[in-house]
């Protein structure tokens, strides 16, 4: 069994930063991809960023430039970190990644979220 938990989230002013992490634990060979999604109030979960094994980025239109995603393969960790916040990315940000556990099965997680509050 593997466990994605995230910390970092809370109010922030507009304009402000925040970085969230991710760690990763449990019967982990190997994480793949790794990923941020976040789910505003009465929307879709939408993809954030995402970091693959070897590095590779990708992030949402509405966030290049803002946001960075980094991670440290040795330590099954991942972060984001998100400057010039605005109201609108106002949501709960869930970790999400595709796991090669020890008995090399590739099994897709999600963490339980932390809530980002943008506002003055």
């Known amino acids: 069994q593997v466990q994605l938990v995230e910390s970092g989230g809370g109010l922030v002013q507009p304009g402000g930063s925040l970085r969230l992490s991710c760690t990763a634990s449990?019967?982990?060979?190997?994480?793949?991809?790794m990923a941020w999604y976040r789910q505003a109030p009465g929307k879709e979960r939408e993809l954030v960023a995402a970091v693959t094994l070897g590095g590779s980025t990708n992030y949402a239109d509405s966030v290049k430039g803002r946001f960075t995603i980094s991670r440290d393969n040795a330590k099954n960790t991942g972060n984001l970190q998100m400057n010039s916040l605005k109201p609108e990315d106002t949501a709960v940000y869930y970790c999400n990644a595709d796991v090669m556990t020890i008995q090399f099965s590739v099994i897709n997680y999600w963490g339980k979220g932390t809530l980002v509050t943008v506002s003055s």
């Open positions: 449990g019967s982990i060979f190997r994480i793949n991809t």
